[in-house]
């Protein structure tokens, strides 16, 4: 039988009694707690440095109680499945809790070592499932980028460079991918403060300057790629929700900017030549 993958947590816990009960139910198993805050700011501190699989929450610690413990851990780390503790009767705190999308809830007095074991292993499948599935949805999308962005024409494919931006020129890959990123927080400033908008001529901007390097729409896909990554790996889940909303926009913008580029730069010197070289 293949043994269970390690399974780090984070107990998030302010009840020394409970914490060493929760070890206790734990020894022997693949799950292993790594790190104990005893409140919700120092279990926040401690997944901003460290990778945890998973989260074992009290509902009610000395600086945050019921619903909200729940929602702040959500709002600062979606990426962690968690799973949610109390030692009120599970009743309105329980609901309050569910509906902020906690991954399970256990009350204190009713769980066990093998529950809480089964629960942890559920809890930590189910994420990976879903990551499963967003990075899916992230690969379908790239390739619908990849069709729209590909080059129609024998002409057009004599207009990009043969090897990839990244690697024949790696210092202003890194500076297309900074500036994507900042493109994307700007954004997003805009679209939440409802404020003029410069990303529409800094996009035009940067197809005309990827143009000149004889950058293909694979280029800008991993462009686009690389500051999506940046930007999305500890974001909340609504924020990064709204990243891949502005980036959608931000990528299809600049596929067309650099299309015209290449129709006003080079495709009209391409026909002066293919005109030239008939008449010759």
Do not use: C
């Not at 780090?8 to 707690?33: C, K, R, Y």
């Not at 990009?160 to 210092?171: E, F, G, I, M, R």
């Amino acid at each position: 039988m293949t043994a269970n993958p390690r399974v780090s947590v984070l107990l998030i816990e302010d009840d020394a009694a409970w914490a060493l009960l929760v070890e206790e139910m734990l020894a022997g198993s693949a799950n292993v707690v790594d790190a104990h805050a005893h409140t919700l700011s120092e279990g926040l501190s401690w997944l901003s440095r460290d990778r945890f699989d998973v989260a074992l929450l009290d509902l009610n610690l000395p600086d945050s109680a019921g619903r909200d413990t729940l929602a702040r851990f959500r709002a600062e780390s979606a990426n962690v499945p968690v799973i949610v503790f109390s030692g009120e009767h599970a009743g309105d705190s329980a609901l309050q809790a569910l509906s902020v999308d906690g991954q399970d809830y256990l009350h204190k007095d009713r769980v066990d070592g093998p529950l809480l074991q089964r629960v942890i292993r559920y809890a930590v499948e189910r994420h990976r499932l879903h990551q499963m599935v967003e990075q899916a949805r992230s690969e379908r999308e790239l390739q619908s980028l990849e069709r729209l962005a590909s080059p129609a024409t024998a002409v057009t494919t004599q207009l990009y460079a043969n090897t990839a931006l990244k690697d024949v020129n790696p210092d202003a890959f890194a500076r297309f991918h900074a500036a994507y990123r900042e493109l994307l927080e700007q954004a997003l400033e805009e679209r939440t403060f409802q404020i003029e908008s410069t990303v529409a001529a800094r996009l035009v901007t940067m197809g005309e300057e990827l143009g000149r390097l004889r950058a293909s729409p694979r280029d800008l896909i991993e462009v686009h790629m690389a500051g999506m990554q940046t930007a999305t790996a500890q974001a909340p889940r609504a924020r990064r929700q709204a990243y891949l909303e502005e980036g959608r926009l931000l990528i299809l913008s600049l596929v067309g900017n650099l299309a015209s580029f290449y129709r006003t730069h080079y495709l009209a010197s391409y026909a002066g030549k293919s005109q030239a070289a008939t008449q010759g």
